[in-house]
């Protein structure tokens, strides 16, 4: 590496962008991690990108985080939504059991092995926070196709499904709607 001053006024482009508004298939990527803030709170951070664009005008590759508080309800219905849609609950509960601590070392290390390449689909809003746009994501949903049993109709439609895009069979509405997550960033 050369080490040199940057001459630009305008500084240095580091290459993130906001995603624009809309619904878009996002995967999880490597480098979840647990953050602990000056005022003693916790969050979880999930890196994610975008894989397909349902509705909106982000390009594939764009990315983003989300920022599960550790400490609050919103977060935890953030956390529960992300390893829903991405079928990775059931796995975790039966690794850690449903009575968890978001804060402790071993689910941090599930998360990381468990989410790291999942998809899901979510929509978001831009949302000005403390003067910066941020993703305030309101909706979550799976992309796996509902489960069917039976007759070969059934299974042709199951087979067409892993085709074609289908509706999710799971939905989960994580507005903050109370602001129990005021400060982070």
Known sequence: MILKGNDNADGYDMGFTTPPEGTYIWMVKEGIDFIVKD??????MIPISIVDVIDGSA???ESSCIFAGTDNKYGER???AIMDCTETLNKIIKKLGADIDPASEEFLQTLQITLVDKIFKATHELKDFKGKEVV????FKST???KTVGTAKATARSKAAQVTRVKPVAEVNVVNDNNDDEDWD
């Open 78 to 80: 953030v956390l529960l």
């Open 136 to 139: 305030n994501f309101t909706n």
């Open 144 to 146: 796996r196709a509902p």
């Open 39 to 44: 005022d003693g709170s916790s969050t979880i």
């Open 59 to 61: 390009q594939v590759g």
